[in-house]
């Protein structure tokens, strides 16, 4: 069901980006926040919703999918054009 190398490069990456928001914000965030990993903790708790939705996703039908995939395009164009307006 899963590809072992694309699953193991994956989690590779999100360790390596957790150990690199630590090191890059543990002053700030004890500066701010009175705690040296708010924002590891804050990084580690999105990482956690994203692999329960990525769960989720992965059991979707690709036929399912492939009926949905015109508006999933324009959806993702019109959150494109709202990037462009400012403010």
Same mark, same amino acid.
């Given at each position: ?11 590779? $990456? =999100?360790?390596?980006? +957790? #150990? ?5 914000? @543990? ?5 701010? %926040? ?17 692999? $329960? =939705?990525?769960?989720? +996703? #992965? ?5 399912? @999918? ?5 508006? %999933? ?15």
């Amino acid at each position: 069901l899963y590809d072992k190398v694309l699953m193991t490069v994956s989690i590779s $990456l =999100l360790f390596l980006g +957790l #150990i690199m928001v630590t090191s890059a914000s @543990i002053v700030v965030s004890e500066r701010e %926040f009175n705690q040296p990993f708010y924002f590891l903790i804050r990084q580690m708790t999105f990482m956690f919703i994203g692999f $329960l =939705l990525s769960n989720w +996703l #992965i059991r979707i039908e690709m036929e399912h @999918i492939r009926k949905c995939s015109s508006y %999933f395009l324009f959806f993702s164009i019109f959150l494109l054009i709202l990037v462009l307006i400012p403010g």
